[in-house]
């Protein structure tokens, strides 16, 4: 069984992550203290660029150090000790045993985060829809089933973390037998809700966009060029619109 991770990658992780960090908030402070300025120079403008550009390695250096201190650390409490450098010695003397390995816990977490997700998503459809189902009536069903495929990922995705939890089924990546799947870790978990919360909050916006298009779109066939007047008022679908003649 080889190593994931070693004293090196970790050590590396961290340096990148301090490093990163450090420049990170040094560009958005010079971003911020010369915003005012009409002579802009080159320094501030690398500045800008780093601003914009650093976000994603810092994120994904803090994502690596914690994973691997984590993988670190449960093999230290395994019994194994992670060499300095992987590549001097790649495998394992053994793997590491666990007399009294339980069903996971940080499975158990992913899985209520993504029920929990998955309810306030149905909360937040069910108040959607009571507000536009009266303006513009069954039209804003569409947009309701489209928020709804990500409630039903959520839950799949809580389902499926939720087996992984159990040691009959599934082993952590730091436990020696091939005879279990290997379960998704906390971080990468953690690093695929995230990824999950901006698609779904960007399914919803593009949904509450077309939404309001469609509303605005009723109310100036209803009351022509005057319709931001009576803006918050139903427009359903069958209704005498305005005529311009």
């Known amino acids: ?39 802009i120079n080159t320094f ?19 994502i690596g150090f914690i994973d691997s201190s984590i993988y670190i650390k449960k093999l230290a409490a395994g019994g194994i000790e992670v060499p300095e450098d992987k590549r001097l010695e790649p495998a394992m003397p053994q793997p590491p045993v666990y007399d009294r390995e339980q069903n996971s816990v940080e499975s158990l977490i992913l899985a209520v985060i993504c029920f929990a997700i998955a309810g306030l998503s149905l909360g937040h459809i069910i108040a959607f829809w009571i507000h536009w189902n009266a303006r513009i009536g069954s039209e804003s069903s569409v947009m309701v089933f489209v928020q709804a495929v990500p409630v039903i990922l959520w839950c799949v995705g809580g389902f499926v973390y939720l087996r992984q939890r159990l040691v009959k089924y599934y082993r952590d990546d730091t436990v020696f037998d091939p005879g279990r799947k290997v379960r998704t870790g906390l971080v990468k978990g953690i690093v695929t809700i995230i990824i999950m919360l901006a698609l779904t909050a960007a399914a919803y916006a593009v949904a509450r966009s077309m939404t309001n298009y469609i509303y605005r779109t009723r109310m100036y066939e209803k009351y022509g060029e005057h319709w931001r007047e009576h803006d918050g008022e139903p427009a359903l679908p069958g209704e005498v619109y305005y005529q311009d003649t």
């Open 44 to 62: 501030v403008i690398i500045a800008g660029l780093l601003a914009y550009m650093l976000p994603i390695p810092t994120f994904a250096s803090w």
């Open 1 to 39: 069984m080889k190593y994931k991770y070693d004293k090196r990658d970790q050590r590396i992780f961290r340096i990148c992550a301090i490093v990163f960090s450090v420049l990170l908030l040094a560009a958005f402070c010079i971003v911020r203290l010369f915003d005012n300025l009409s002579d």
